[in-house]
């Protein structure tokens, strides 16, 4: 069982809110992802790390930002949030080279 | 370049028949594909994965999928679908590696008692 935490699981924010989803993993993953998961959607990759401070934008385009000081650590931030920045974020991670990913459980995000 | 179509958004079936959820890719490389569960507000499951071995690859809790180069396709199946089964199916693909992986739009799983 893949251990990978993603809090909150549930957020409701007003517009213009600094908000930042954790994300840690106690795996020792090299790799890390965002992913965006709306209803009837693809999951959508926002930002993927290779390891301690590489951050790289995914393919769909995010006002979000990340950092990874630490192996186990990626958090995602969003300084001010907006309506169009609800939906569900998962977090994932993987070996290097390694093709299975391995999910959080996700944090819905609804900002009013 | 790769991409990923999986037909039917919502499939019903029956408790106890057989589930069959298409899944048809596109590659420039040799494919490796996946198949991922999500249950209810959790994150994705890896079911299984075809990595160039075996062309038939049994996964967790009864599901299967066979590679077809020629159908360019990787459908999963189950002979006997299970309440436990209902979920949302993910089909993925990747050029294996530090490639990036492509998920498909997902397939709703009912499973009728």
């Known amino acids: 069982e893949a251990d990978i935490y993603q809090t909150p699981r549930y957020l409701v924010i007003g517009t213009g809110k600094k908000i930042t989803l954790e994300c840690s993993q106690t795996m020792g993953h090299d790799k890390m992802y965002w992913y965006q998961q709306d209803p009837g959607m693809e999951l959508h990759l926002i930002h993927y790390?290779?390891?301690?401070?590489?951050?790289e934008k995914g393919d769909l385009s995010s006002e979000s930002t990340v950092s990874r000081i630490r192996t186990e650590h990626f958090p995602l931030t969003l300084e001010s949030a907006r309506p169009s920045h609800t939906s569900q974020y998962l977090c994932?991670?993987?070996?290097?080279?390694?093709?299975?990913?391995?999910f959080g459980p996700g944090t819905r995000l609804l900002v009013l | 370049a790769q991409s990923v179509t999986q037909l039917g958004s919502h499939v019903s079936v029956s408790e106890g028949a057989l589930v069959l959820l298409r899944c048809n890719y596109s590659s420039s490389v040799p494919p490796y594909l996946f198949w991922y569960v999500q249950y209810p507000n959790q994150g994705l499951q890896l079911l299984l994965k075809?990595?160039?071995?075996?062309?038939l690859v049994k996964g967790i809790n009864g599901f299967e999928a066979e590679f077809k180069k020629s159908e360019t396709s990787f459908h999963l199946t189950k002979p006997s679908a299970h309440m436990s089964d209902a979920a949302e199916y993910f089909c993925?693909?990747?050029?294996?590696?530090?490639?990036?992986?492509?998920f498909g739009t997902g397939t709703k799983l009912q499973v009728i008692p």
């Open positions: 075809y990595t160039s071995a075996a062309t």
């Open positions: 994932a991670s993987s070996v290097p080279g390694g093709e299975t990913q391995y």
């Open positions: 790390s290779y390891g301690v401070n590489s951050t």
């Open positions: 993925a693909v990747s050029g294996g590696g530090y490639q990036k992986v492509t």
